[in-house]
């Protein structure tokens, strides 16, 4: 396929980056006949590593169409890399501030003037634990719902193992595999020539993530979960059974209780003299504990302290007899 021009800066970003990936990798690439070889097109690519854009513009590369990433605005501001990234015709995002639409109608000039846009619609490296893609966002479908251009799905997978999600150490050797998959276009014509709701735009983007998740399943060869890709509320687990709606149960009134209603209705009643003789022998008054000699229990109990009481204090009115005793004695020896 004749490779269009790419201008110098993207011409050097390939010499200086293509040997080194032809070095440290190996290359599995499919589906390279599902690229369109004219016009603009929209690829929706899944993220599994800071390095997946080197790896997946290989593949691209290799096609003869060169992609515009859309890169996060902050790419662009490191130094040389920023420089590199802007020659080469790659989109900055500006997300949440007024810059935002630029990326928009950058991408839409690109597909107009016939050439390639790479999104990522997850919008950054998926969290999930298995790596199997997040729901989408909506740029792919809003840019290709605007322009009438094809979406090609691409999975890639591998280059998790050359640089682990959110880590910054290659892992160089043993040489790792780059396997890309891209897949025939994804039918969106149930969402085109509609007004772009947000409705629309969410069912175009789940039809997108479908498409790329059936391609990261032939290529790691194992089934995906039942929401990869997906937005939850849009999926049913079947592992999950409806719970029955369980009825209202009426409260239970205690035994021997009468309601107040049963009591208005039957109107006053003559006591039974049987009832009436048991509740007095219920609550005989013998059966309840004494509390007059509990209070004189409590008072008795606390002998010590009267005891050592009358032995420090001498009261006035106690007399002595111990005086009397030795006058007793004197006078019966004087006697004497």
């Not at 040389?80 to 015709?89: H, K």
């Not at 059966?287 to 004189?296: E, G, L, Y």
């Amino acid at each position: 396929m004749a490779r269009r021009r790419i201008g110098f800066w993207y011409r050097l970003a390939v010499v200086v980056i293509k040997p080194l990936l032809l070095l440290f990798t190996k290359r599995d690439w499919r589906g390279t006949e599902n690229i369109p070889t004219s016009g603009g097109f929209v690829t929706a690519v899944n993220h599994i590593s800071y390095v997946d854009p080197l790896t997946y513009a290989h593949f691209q590369y290799d096609t003869g169409r060169v992609p515009r990433f859309l890169a996060k605005s902050g790419l662009f501001k490191i130094p040389f890399v920023g420089r590199v990234l802007a020659g080469a015709g790659q989109i900055p995002v500006y997300r949440d501030s007024a810059d935002a639409a630029l990326a928009f109608r950058a991408a839409v000039e690109a597909i107009e003037k016939g050439e390639c846009v790479a999104v990522y619609p997850e919008g950054t490296i998926t969290r999930d634990k298995t790596l199997w893609p997040m729901q989408g966002k909506t740029g792919a479908a809003r840019i290709a719902l605007t322009t009438g251009a094809p979406v090609i799905p691409v999975a890639q997978w591998g280059a998790h193992e050359l640089l682990p999600p959110y880590g910054k150490r290659p892992r160089l050797f043993p040489r790792k595999t780059m396997r890309v998959l891209a897949g025939p276009p994804v039918d969106l014509d149930a969402f085109r020539d509609r007004e772009l709701t947000a409705e629309v735009l969410r069912g175009a983007t789940d039809k997108i993530m479908e498409a790329v998740t059936e391609l990261l399943v032939k290529l790691r060869d194992e089934p995906a979960p039942p929401n990869a890709g997906l937005r939850r509320s849009s999926v049913k687990n079947p592992e999950i059974e409806p719970v029955e709606p369980v009825e209202p149960v009426e409260p239970v009134e205690p035994v021997g209780s009468v309601a107040a209603s049963d009591l208005a209705k039957s109107g006053p009643t003559q006591a039974d003299p049987q009832v009436v003789g048991r509740a007095d022998e219920s609550t005989d008054v013998t059966d309840a504990p004494d509390v007059t000699k509990a209070t004189h229990v409590t008072k008795a109990t606390d002998v010590t302290k009267v005891t050592d009481a009358t032995k420090v204090t001498d009261t006035p009115d106690t007399p002595d007899f111990t005086k009397d005793t030795e006058r007793v004695e004197r006078t019966e020896e004087g006697r004497a």
